[in-house]
């Protein structure tokens, strides 16, 4: 990967967004996107993505001055989250059902109900 490549993962996206996305990028697999556009078009199309990707998932990977030389943004339902540990970016797994809420396992549940 060349210093300015950027990856572009969609998941369940909704229709055109895939096709929006081919004026800057090549789709090398289906919702796989890689292409060198430049900072200014790379905010341009996260702001179009997060606001358009609704119940789907986005993942875009770009260059950064980092100790890995990149950096994630996520968008979407369920998603990974990137989380910064000692300075490297690891992606953090969604937890529970789809439909619910993330709750952490130590919590007590009476009822049916998390206290």
């Known amino acids: ?3 300015a490549t950027t990856i572009v993962v969609l998941i369940a996206s909704p229709p ?3 096709g929006h996305l081919t004026r ?3 789709e090398v697999a289906p919702g796989v996107f890689v292409g060198s556009p430049s900072a200014r078009i790379r ?8 606001e358009r990707i609704h119940d789907g998932q986005a993942v ?3 260059p950064a001055r980092t100790e890995q030389g990149w ?3 996520t968008a979407g339902q ?4 990137p989380t910064d540990f000692d300075g490297l970016t690891l992606m953090s797994r969604p937890r529970g059902s ?8 130590n919590l007590v549940k009476e009822n049916g109900m998390t206290t």
């Open 78 to 81: 369920d998603r990974w989250t």
């Open 24 to 26: 800057w990028f090549i």
């Open 60 to 62: 875009m990977i770009e």
């Open 98 to 105: 789809a439909g619910r809420p993330w709750a952490p396992a």
């Open 71 to 73: 950096t994630v943004r």
């Open 16 to 18: 055109g967004l895939r």
């Open 43 to 50: 905010d341009g199309l996260w702001k179009v993505l997060a």
């Open 1 to 3: 990967m060349s210093a």
